[in-house]
């Protein structure tokens, strides 16, 4: 198409470049009154399926021809927006593409994982719902507890171990597919609290579903 469209640029310089307007006056009179080339034709001639001979007799024509030039212009117009109705509709059609996995966990260094748990669904007067999960690990203990609050609109992570081994604690957040959302590194302290804004979070925490998860990885010396 880009070079055809090269070729008819060409051909309207070639019709700026007539001089003679009592000339052109009269061919193009004489052009009118005969026969003109078929929309099917017109067609070809814009697609480029026209042998040479031809397509060397419809550019005298065109040369000439103000209607059969509009229906040129008007093939090419409506051939650019049937490309691009069906470049859109390929481009809706299309699949998604898969949510990146952006865990910065090494899978050598993961010691432990737990379970995923949903984040609450019913939601109480005062909007905000604590949850406490025990994992035992080992003969050793690790109790995470996680507030989810709407009105301060964050999550309260708070968390408390015996484990002695040396070691940092990771929360996770997965989809309802458990596909991974986020990930914070708690640091290896053995109790302590850390209070998640929203804003934080690369997902909704209210309007989407997630689930929650403690890893325990073996620390880089």
Request: one cysteine or more.
């Amino acid at each position: 198409m880009k070079n055809h469209d090269t070729a008819f640029v060409s051909l309207l310089n070639r019709i700026a470049g007539n001089t003679d307007p009592l000339e052109t006056k009269m061919r193009k009179e004489k052009v009118k009154a005969g026969k003109h080339p078929s929309f099917e034709m017109l067609s070809k001639y814009v697609s480029q399926e026209l042998d040479p001979q031809a397509v060397g007799i419809l550019d005298m024509h065109l040369l000439y021809c103000d209607f059969c030039l509009s229906e040129i212009a008007d093939i090419i117009k409506i051939d650019q927006k049937t490309m691009e109705f069906y470049k859109d509709k390929i481009l809706e059609d299309a699949d998604p593409p898969p949510p990146v996995n952006i865990s910065q966990i090494k899978e050598e260094k993961l010691l432990y994982q737990s379970q995923f748990y949903p984040r609450p669904i019913k939601k109480t007067a005062m909007t905000s719902h604590a949850n406490e999960k025990t994992f035992n690990i080992h003969n050793q203990y690790f109790t995470l507890t996680y507030d989810f609050d709407e009105t301060e609109k964050d999550i309260n992570i708070g968390w408390k171990t015996n484990i002695t081994y040396d070691c940092d604690f990771w929360v996770r957040f997965f989809d309802s597919r458990y596909i991974l959302l986020a990930e914070f590194c708690l640091g290896d302290s053995r109790a302590d609290k850390r209070f998640l804004q929203f804003e934080e979070l690369p997902f909704d925490p209210v309007k989407e579903d997630w689930h929650i998860g403690i890893s325990i990885v073996q620390r880089t010396i």
